[in-house]
């Protein structure tokens, strides 16, 4: 006779069996739950719906770029990982016996938001729930652990914390509202190229670069063009010597790269 956990983790159909097992997401419009942009009922095992959940929460949310010391950076709206545990302790210490209700995970404009249902285990509350670990669910804790999906030694709440602290954004909020348990992320709103530092910011015109080659390197970078000594001059109205001179300079900056040899070479950023 299969157990519960058994049919969570190796069961063709689990939700067949427990049908509240099944974790609803959706990226909604705006702040609130009203219209959504994109929505699913995730129905397999408890590490299928984790995974399927992380790939939607990174479909359903930003990525920044901005150039800094003429570098480009990438940044992602939320630290996926601390999202990802999030989810991943909502299906671990959930009460199952609360037929009725879901993992629910809500991606609006400004947050993400993930509800397991059931309050906090007896002895357990917000303030001492990074230093009290109680497992509601043993079997399957013990499973997510053999398979590296979480701690266990209940160190996630400060993972967490220490995640979002380290993307520049506020601490998630947690909340005991008694028929279930809330992990808020908040994100960075319209400031989310904020999250990208700026060392190694770098004045070119200190390193003796004119306007061409700062609008090339420009170019080269934030577009991803690459230039010939022929596209150089013409879009500047210069002559052919000026050009390589001016070429040759960027290469020895580091930040351009040149490819090729004789009529075929072409400038890129490096």
């Not at 702040?31 to 590490?47: E, K, V």
Request: proline share 4%; charged share 30%.
């Amino acid at each position: 006779m299969p157990t519960q956990g058994g049919l969570l983790f190796f069961g063709r159909d689990p939700q067949h069996f427990i049908p509240h097992s099944e974790v609803r997401i959706a990226r909604f419009k705006g702040t609130t739950m009203g219209h959504f942009i994109d929505s699913a009922d995730l129905r397999s095992t408890l590490p299928e719906m984790i995974d399927e959940a992380e790939r939607f929460i990174r479909r359903n949310t930003r990525v920044a770029a901005k150039v800094v010391g003429f570098k480009r950076r990438e940044i992602n709206e939320y630290p996926y990982e601390a999202v990802r545990e999030a989810i991943c302790n909502a299906v671990c210490h959930r009460d199952y016996f609360m037929d009725g209700s879901t993992v629910r995970i809500m991606v609006f404009d400004d947050r993400i938001q993930v509800n397991s249902p059931g309050p906090l285990p007896p002895g357990v509350t917000v303030e001492n729930i990074d230093r009290k670990h109680v497992l509601r669910n043993r079997l399957i804790a013990n499973y997510l652990y053999d398979i590296y999906y979480i701690e266990k030694w209940g160190t996630g709440i400060t993972k967490m914390r220490r995640l979002m602290g380290e993307h520049g954004l506020a601490e998630p909020l947690f909340e005991d509202l008694d028929s279930f348990f809330a992990v808020t992320f908040y994100g960075p709103g319209e400031r989310i190229l904020d999250l990208i530092p700026e060392q190694g910011v770098v004045d070119l015109r200190e390193l003796g670069l004119n306007e061409r080659q700062i609008e090339a390197l420009r170019l080269m970078v934030n577009e991803r063009r690459e230039l010939s000594n022929r596209e150089y001059r013409e879009m500047f109205g210069i002559a052919a010597r000026t050009a390589t001179r001016e070429l040759v300079q960027l290469v020895e900056t580091g930040m351009v790269q040149q490819v090729g040899r004789g009529r075929s070479t072409r400038y890129r950023a490096a």
